[in-house]
């Protein structure tokens, strides 16, 4: 099954920081509208993300959403490591008794390739902030909705 917490997140995060930027209200509700998910995914997704001081929530009838510091300080290998937290970015298959010289082996290549590709994926990731990712997409967006509308809305 494939995760989606991560682009998830980074939506949700990039939405958040838009959102402020332009001095409009985000809210849980608002994001899961914009994400067409379940407002419970949506706060559930945010627990990871506040935890970490990536996002601030207020509560009541007046409360808000907005990033927890400077976009230009969150990188997306923050959100990552924040609501991926200790899993693997490649699963290794269980090991099997040996019966040659690969199954003997094979588990702890695996391991190690598995690592240095994590690795360098987080390394791409920490050279991304939210402030130039949110730039980004909205310098080389290809697709505006047909009526005037916010990001998260």
């Not at 001095?23 to 559930?44: E, H, M, Q, W, Y």
Request: aromatic share 4%; with cysteine; hydrophobic share 40%.
């Amino acid at each position: 099954m494939l995760d989606i917490r991560f682009p998830t997140a980074m939506q949700m995060v990039l939405c958040i920081a838009r959102a402020q930027s332009e001095g409009l209200r985000c809210t849980s509700k608002i994001l899961a509208d914009g994400l067409k998910a379940n407002p419970s995914f949506v706060r559930k997704m945010m627990v990871p993300l506040t935890r970490d001081g990536i996002i601030v929530s207020t509560l009541g009838r007046s409360g808000s959403i907005r990033l927890g510091r400077p976009a230009q300080q969150i990188t997306l290998c923050d959100i990552y490591l924040s609501v991926i937290e200790d899993k693997p970015l490649m699963a290794g298959r269980p090991e099997v008794e040996p019966c040659c010289v690969v199954s003997a082996n094979a588990c702890w290549y695996f391991k190690e390739l598995a690592k240095e590709a994590e690795q360098a994926s987080l390394d791409v990731l920490a050279k991304r902030t939210v402030a130039e990712a949110l730039h980004d997409i909205l310098q080389r967006g290809n697709h505006e909705p047909d009526r005037q509308q916010n990001c998260i809305s």
